[in-house]
């Protein structure tokens, strides 16, 4: 169990952690909530004035700019919408000064928004190369876990380096797994998505076909959900109303998971198949027929809401 006076690893002469968290968006506002709820003495930081206003609301210490949010931080939180935001939130630009430079010595950077593998090494190497230490850790779980903190960390660090977050992870969510070296959390994540972007066209491809051809739903989730068709994409998020009630397709196919991070995760994924050379096909479908639905009305509805796209291009 976390106690408030838990020193970060390396810093021996620090009782209590302070954490800067930045980026008080879906995800990061209510993160930071609930580690200022365990007793860590957060300050918070958005660009967005309505983000600073709602973490207020929510009785959550704020700076008036990010350099002085990080100023006298052990942790500096970052969840941010890209991996450019935060890279140039670490260098700085004209607007804003550079974290790392505005940061003491040994700071602890850790990284919670999704971005490339390659920006992840990068942001890693930028704040070793000034003496901090950096570690990534995206998580999935969504906003109703980020409030509820029950998300999934996965986090690529140091053995070190990861034993010094993992407490204040636990509080943010409850599996938090080490994969490996900075990166290696990134990489496991668009690794994860991008089987779940395939296995939901999938099986939504699976259901269209079965009406085709006289199947009720319940018929191909019974025999599927049992038989090695089985995936959580068919058993967890059903994308036809009905065999799993609690699936986003008996509500209209409200998010869950929205078509926009998919096709966001899955362009990831692409950007890596690219530089890997990986002889991936499928992967790189999955990026275009998401980028697609996201495009054309899906980026705020429900990932599974793919099967109607494939309904509605389907003849007769
Ligand atoms: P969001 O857009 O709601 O929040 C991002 C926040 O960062 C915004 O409030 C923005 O103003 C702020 N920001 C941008 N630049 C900043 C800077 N330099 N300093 C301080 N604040 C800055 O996005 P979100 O849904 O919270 O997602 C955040 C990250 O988490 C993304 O990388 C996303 O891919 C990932 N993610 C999101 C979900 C989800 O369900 N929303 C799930 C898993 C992962």
């Known amino acids: 169990m976390f106690e408030p006076t838990t020193p ?5 002469n620090v009782k209590t952690s302070q954490v800067a968290f930045l980026g008080l968006g879906h995800m990061g506002g209510p993160m930071a909530i609930n580690l200022a709820k365990a007793g860590y003495a957060v300050t918070g930081f958005d660009v967005m004035p309505a983000a600073l206003e709602n973490a207020q609301a929510h009785n959550l210490a704020t700076a008036e700019s990010a350099a002085e949010a990080v100023a006298s931080a052990d942790v500096v939180i970052t969840m941010l919408p890209s991996g450019k935001h ?11 000064a550079g974290l790392l430079h505005a940061a003491a010595p040994g700071t602890l950077f850790l990284d919670c ?33 980020a409030e509820a903190g029950t998300l999934t960390f996965m986090v690529g660090a140091r053995l ?12 943010m969510g409850n599996r938090v797994v080490h994969c490996g070296e900075p ?26 076909l079965g009406e085709k051809l006289g199947l009720t739903h319940q018929a191909l989730f019974d025999v599927a959900s049992a038989a ?6 068919l058993t967890t998020n059903c994308p036809v109303p009905g065999p799993v009630p609690a699936s986003p397709a008996n509500r209209d196919y409200q ?50 809401g793919i099967i109607t796209d494939i309904r509605s291009s389907s003849e007769h």
Not at 8 to 12: D, E
Not at 119 to 135: C, F, K, S, T, W
Not at 183 to 208: D, P, R
């Open 160 to 171: 070190k380096d990861f034993e010094a977050v993992k407490p204040m992870l636990e509080v």
């Open 183 to 208: 990166g290696a959390g990134q990489a496991a994540k668009i690794c994860n998505n991008m089987i779940l972007g395939v296995s939901m066209i999938a099986v939504a491809e699976a259901f269209v």
């Open 228 to 233: 090695s068709g089985q995936c959580w994409a």
């Open 86 to 96: 935060l890279l140039d939130a670490y260098l700085g630009t004209d607007a804003q």
């Open 255 to 304: 998010p869950g998971f929205a078509g926009a991070l998919m096709a966001k995760d899955l362009k990831l994924a692409l950007n890596a198949i690219d530089r890997t050379g990986v002889a991936a096909r499928l992967g790189p479908l999955a990026a275009e027929i998401y980028g697609r639905f996201a495009a054309k009305g899906g980026a705020g509805r429900d990932f599974s």
């Open 113 to 145: 928004s999704t971005i490339n593998v390659d920006e992840a090494r990068e942001a890693a190497e930028l704040a070793a190369a000034v003496g901090h230490r950096a570690l990534d850790a995206p998580v999935s779980g969504g906003v109703v876990g």
């Open 8 to 12: 970060i690893a390396g810093h021996g």
